[in-house]
């Protein structure tokens, strides 16, 4: 069974920084694209940023030059470091995975980690 499993949330002060990974466990033969999404309340979930296996990453213009997306493949782990954080960054962040097991492809999702951004 495929488990995608965060950490790293907490409560932090504006302009602050956190840090956030996620770990894939389980039987798999191979991952592709990790991505971190995040939900505020009443809101819409939104991808903040993703990564290819090459560690090509592209984000959302809301977080570029704050948040920075990284993996280790040895370590089938996604990271997350979000610096200059603003209120508007309180959110719920999920981890997402393409993850192929026994030759089939699908997303896994991370259980969300929360983020709060406040004096």
């Known amino acids: 069974q495929v488990q995608l499993v965060e950490s790293g949330g907490g409560l932090v002060q504006p302009g602050g920084s956190l840090g956030l990974s996620c770990a894939a466990s389980?039987?798999?033969?191979?991952?592709?694209?990790m991505t971190w999404y995040r939900q505020a309340p009443g809101k819409q979930r939104e991808l903040v940023a993703t990564?290819?296996?090459?560690?090509?990453?592209n984000y959302a213009d809301s977080v570029k030059g704050r948040f920075t997306i990284s993996r280790d493949n040895a370590k089938n782990t996604v990271y997350l470091q979000m610096n200059s954080l603003k209120p508007e960054d309180t959110a719920v962040y999920y981890c997402?995975?393409?993850?192929?097991?026994?030759?089939?492809?699908?997303?896994?999702w991370g259980q969300g980690t929360q983020v709060t951004v406040s004096s």
């Open positions: 997402n995975a393409i993850i192929s097991v026994d030759a089939v492809r699908r997303a896994y």
């Open positions: 389980g039987r798999f033969f191979s991952i592709n694209g």
């Open positions: 990564i290819s296996t090459g560690g090509s990453a």
